[in-house]
């Protein structure tokens, strides 16, 4: 096989110009995108081109549902892993016609894709506009390694001002306008702070991959982004303005278990704080997702379907002895702490099946269930806490109180 001329062996002003060269020497609409699917230069196509490059050309980004099916399909990962071109069949069900495709990379690092539609009357490439192909990588990769120092300084730019607005050193809105209009920022209306914690320290590879997931997410709008040791801190906003809470979690949910599927490293957890449309309380929106990863940690089970602020409930109530500031001194529960004796003294129970009962709404049925044991026995064991802590389990001013000490003991109990 041999290239008389290499059509790419010269420079081009743009990947615009570089597009059309491809789609000129292989006779085959062509995309070039960066390594997170944001689609940087596109030829021209026939009229009958398919749904997905349209709508990757529109949206200036290749649609999740598309990056989904390359994913589950194998196609993301063996361009990932290959300097050589991939074939990808049709994938009707999104959109997507045939196509070759290659990643442009430095060493193993993928730098961008070059992605060329088959149309069904033009045939599939032969080896020899195969090799055109991989030449056209190598001459998009110094173009791409300039982009991608561009993309850096911006970058930097954007985290500064996070920074400031977590720390709330921005404490005037127009200061914050000027300071987002200078680095080319558009606000939304509304916001969250998301918070996912991770395992261990972010590295410089984990922090490759968690930028594909922010940037080819589209369930909401990642605007600024930080890490923070073991933590990955967003703003993020909803694309669409009637948004619930359930999309938001469900992006979390979405956000971990792609990150596992696709690389095999996940945040432990996930949370954001409330909805703001000040982005001066950009701090208090970090310190509640913060706060939801730390009540959660101490109270797995209770907290284990919340992701949010508001979906905290009561435990909301519990965040001042998380506060940095003093704590004010806390009243021992005479109820709890007689019955605490009463277990110690003679080996019992109590105290737990109080416990239980709270928290399952009095339920006489639920609690002896959970506790495997008989309602008459439940029923014993109730009047004689009544009669030790002096207490009516049917005064809801005292049952609340209870049930409030006794998660404060547990919040207040050492980390392990």
Request: proline share 4%; charged share 25%; aromatic share 6%.
């Amino acid at each position: 096989m041999r290239i008389e001329k290499d059509p790419f062996d010269r420079h081009f002003d743009s990947f615009i110009s570089l597009a059309d060269a491809i789609c000129e020497a292989l006779q085959c609409p062509v995309t070039i995108e960066n390594a997170n699917h944001q689609l940087i230069a596109y030829s021209s196509h026939s009229p009958h081109t398919d749904p997905a490059r349209i709508a990757t050309i529109i949206g200036r980004r290749v649609p999740e549902q598309v990056i989904g099916a390359l994913w589950r399909n194998g196609v993301i990962q063996k361009l990932m892993s290959s300097d050589e071109p991939v074939r990808i069949g049709a994938v009707h069900d999104v959109g997507l016609g045939q196509r070759i495709a290659i990643a442009i990379r430095k060493h193993n690092e993928v730098l961008g894709y070059i992605w060329v539609m088959e149309e069904a009357d033009r045939g599939p490439l032969n080896e020899l506009e195969l090799e055109l192909l991989k030449r056209a990588a190598l001459a998009s990769r110094h173009k791409m390694l300039q982009l991608q120092i561009q993309k850096r300084k911006e970058e930097e730019g954007q985290q500064n001002l996070f920074w400031q607005l977590l720390t709330g050193h921005l404490k005037s809105p127009a200061a914050i306008k000027e300071q987002a209009e200078q680095l080319n920022i558009s606000l939304p209306p509304r916001y969250q702070v998301t918070v996912f914690q991770f395992g261990q320290d972010i590295t410089e590879k984990m922090y490759q991959r968690i930028q594909y997931m922010i940037t080819t997410t589209q369930r909401v709008k990642v605007i600024l982004h930080v890490l923070d040791g073991a933590r990955l801190i967003m703003l993020t906003a909803h694309p669409k303005l009637a948004a619930d809470r359930e999309d938001h979690a469900r992006f979390i949910r979405d956000f971990m278990r792609q990150m596992e599927d696709r690389f095999g490293v996940s945040p432990n957890d996930g949370a954001s704080g409330s909805e703001y449309d000040d982005y001066t309380l950009v701090a208090a929106a970090w310190r509640e997702a913060l706060a939801v990863l730390q009540l959660k940690q101490r109270f797995p089970e209770a907290l284990r379907d919340a992701s949010a602020y508001e979906e905290l409930g009561l435990y909301r109530y519990l965040l001042l002895q998380l506060s940095d500031k003093e704590p004010p001194r806390r009243l021992q529960n005479r109820i709890l702490h007689k019955l605490r004796q009463y277990d110690r003294e003679h080996n019992g129970c109590l105290l737990d099946t109080l416990e239980v009962f709270l928290n399952l709404d009095s339920s006489l049925k639920d609690t002896a269930e959970a506790l495997h044991v008989h309602i008459n026995t439940l029923n014993y064991r109730l009047k004689r806490i009544a009669e030790i802590g002096d207490v009516d389990l049917k005064n809801v001013d005292q049952k609340v109180s209870l049930y409030l000490d006794l998660k404060l003991e547990k919040l207040m109990e050492p980390s392990c």
